[in-house]
């Protein structure tokens, strides 16, 4: 981990943390829809550090994230034909240079082009179970998975005998994060360090995912059924999905940070599970954060953020 001593130029901001049952909580949420956006939260004062001029002591596997180069030859971000034909091959070879994986299944991407205000106003006109149009940046502590969840959402889009030979060996979800077509200069990601988290702040929210085809995070999961699995995995019935991802409540030992000023040109790479067991970074908590003085009704932060499936055919599981 960094030096306790070092100053790094580093933004003060508030974040969005899990909110307690006891509180006035949820453990049930519906991406997407209305009711996400006015979920309550409970708001803390955070400083978080600008890592980019120690970039190289973060890494996927001691912090949970890295931040790498990558130029894309993708020319057209609003065709999904041209992001799955150029921008999936690109990410796959860009996460097995990262990892040292052997095999890398895309499994969804989602690209981000409104603000939090035009979300937030869109979800105001709106009723509970009724779907947001206007995707924004996430702003709430989670990963998108937790450890049970990763396992759930390879079910739910691979076929149930592959699974079941995947799980026999080292596995993990990961993501690319990159800037579309402009720097960030509002909004950007920033992480919670592995090494300061105490996992006894994960708290475990059921994420209800809308059918196919019903918005963005309609598109996150396949859903395929499953003989064995379907009571678990898919329990709202075939038309949606059902698993677990992690919240997390704020711990004043939690050491977040961020890259200043990214470019189009960069990307981060980041766990959301891992299933080695033998101290490394199993994930990356994170969320997107408004830098001081941003307007939030101004020109919006454009991203895409990618999906996979990693495996390694020669790493036991754990």
């Known amino acids: 981990m960094p030096s306790a001593t070092m100053t790094l130029p580093s933004e003060p901001t508030t974040m969005f943390f899990y909110l307690e049952v006891k509180d006035g909580g949820i453990i049930q949420t519906y991406p997407g829809t209305a009711f996400e956006k006015r979920r309550k939260h409970v708001l803390h004062d955070v400083t978080i550090n600008d890592m980019r001029s120690i970039r190289e002591d973060f890494n996927v596997n001691n912090a ?12 057209d971000f609003g065709s999904n034909e041209e992001i799955e034909k150029v921008y999936y091959p690109e990410c796959k070879e860009l996460i097995k240079k990262v990892s040292g994986a052997s095999e890398v299944h895309i499994v969804s991407h989602m690209c981000r082009k409104s603000t939090f205000a035009e979300a937030q106003e869109d979800a105001k006109v709106k009723s509970d179970t009724d779907f947001v149009t206007k995707n924004n940046p996430a702003r709430f502590v989670h990963v998108d998975q937790s450890y049970r969840g990763a396992e759930q959402i390879m079910y739910l889009n691979l076929p149930e005998e592959e699974v079941e ?7 993990a979800i990961m993501n690319v994060w990159q800037p579309i077509n402009k720097p960030v200069k509002k909004d950007p990601l920033a992480f919670c360090d592995y090494r300061s988290i105490d996992e006894n702040d994960f708290r475990t929210v059921i994420a209800n995912l809308p059918p196919p085809g019903a918005g963005e995070y309609g598109n996150v999961s396949k859903n395929l059924p499953h003989k064995k699995k379907v009571a678990e995995y898919s329990s709202n019935g075939e038309r949606s999905a059902v698993y677990e991802v992690t919240n997390m409540a704020h711990n004043p030992s939690q050491k977040w940070y961020y890259a200043s000023d990214m470019t189009p040109e960069e990307a981060w790479v980041f766990k959301i599970f891992d299933s080695k067991k033998d101290g490394r970074a199993r994930c990356a908590v994170h969320s997107s954060f408004p830098l001081k003085g941003q307007d939030d ?11 996979a499936f990693v495996f390694w055919d020669d790493e036991e599981t754990e």
């Open 64 to 75: 949970g994230f890295e931040l790498v180069e990558h130029k894309t030859g993708v020319k």
């Open 165 to 171: 030979r995947r799980l026999k060996k080292r596995w």
């Open 297 to 307: 009704h101004s020109d919006p932060r454009t991203s895409i953020e990618l999906r």
